[in-house]
């Protein structure tokens, strides 16, 4: 039963029934909120491995600049405009943008 499952089990079946749509893009919208440290790089690895292996795009929302870290391209919008773009590390690194700036610290 559906109402028997906890959050993070509710999360990995609709990831599960996304990867298995044979849809051409999976957008996942803060997929690892909640989880452990552990059980979140486990959903970060299948979903990336799965969304190459189905030849899938794939768009992952989250405000965890680690989860984002781990992506292929970025971009960072602050209130409502994009601000950088492209792969992670470099887009925040040669961003003048104050907000850009803050989230160097974090990585």
């Known amino acids: 039963m559906p109402s028997q499952l906890s959050g993070g089990q509710r999360q990995r079946v609709c990831i599960a029934i996304g990867l298995l749509s ?3 893009l999976l957008i996942a919208d803060e997929p690892t909120s909640a989880l452990d440290p552990v059980t979140e790089q486990e959903i970060l690895t299948l ?3 799965s969304v ?3 030849n899938m795009a794939g768009i992952l929302i989250t405000h965890d600049l680690h989860s984002a870290l781990a992506c292929d391209k970025m971009v960072v919008i602050d209130e409502g405009r994009v601000i950088a773009y492209g792969e992670p590390r470099h887009a925040l690194e040669c961003s003048t ?4 700036k803050s989230l160097r610290g974090l990585m």
């Open 47 to 49: 979903i990336r491995e």
């Open 22 to 24: 044979e849809a051409s």
């Open 97 to 100: 943008h104050d907000f850009c």
């Open 52 to 54: 190459r292996e189905a």
